[in-house]
Nanobody, 120 residues
């Protein structure tokens, strides 16, 4: 079974930094896009940033300059370096990956989420 395990969330003061990690394991042929979404209470889940295996990145405009996504294809791990955190960044952050167990039949997988709380 494919598993995505997030880590690195926690409580941080406004202006602080956190680094989230997500490791993918299981029966994997290939991990294509991989990245992060977040969801705050009363809000829809929104894109933070994703990156393909080739390094193509899609991110939310509001996060440019504060959040940086990176990934290690060798370990199937994606990271989110968050800096200058604001209370509005408080949310559950979910790792997402587009994965195929064969050369076809791609599916999206989600981690269970890691809580990021930014105090004012």
């Amino acid at each position: 079974q494919v598993q995505l395990v997030e880590s690195g969330g926690g409580l941080v003061q406004a202006g602080g930094s956190l680094r989230l990690s997500c490791a993918v394991s299981g029966s994997i042929y290939r991990v294509n896009s991989m990245g992060w979404y977040r969801q705050a209470p009363g809000k829809q889940r929104e894109l933070v940033a994703t990156m393909t295996t080739g390094g193509n990145t899609v991110s939310g405009d509001s996060l440019k300059g504060r959040f940086t996504i990176s990934r290690d294809n060798a370990t199937n791990t994606v990271y989110l370096q968050m800096s200058s955190l604001k209370p509005e960044d408080t949310a559950v952050y979910y790792c997402n990956a587009d994965i195929s167990s064969t050369s076809y039949a791609w599916s999206q997988y989600w981690g269970q989420g890691t809580q990021v709380t930014v105090s004012s």
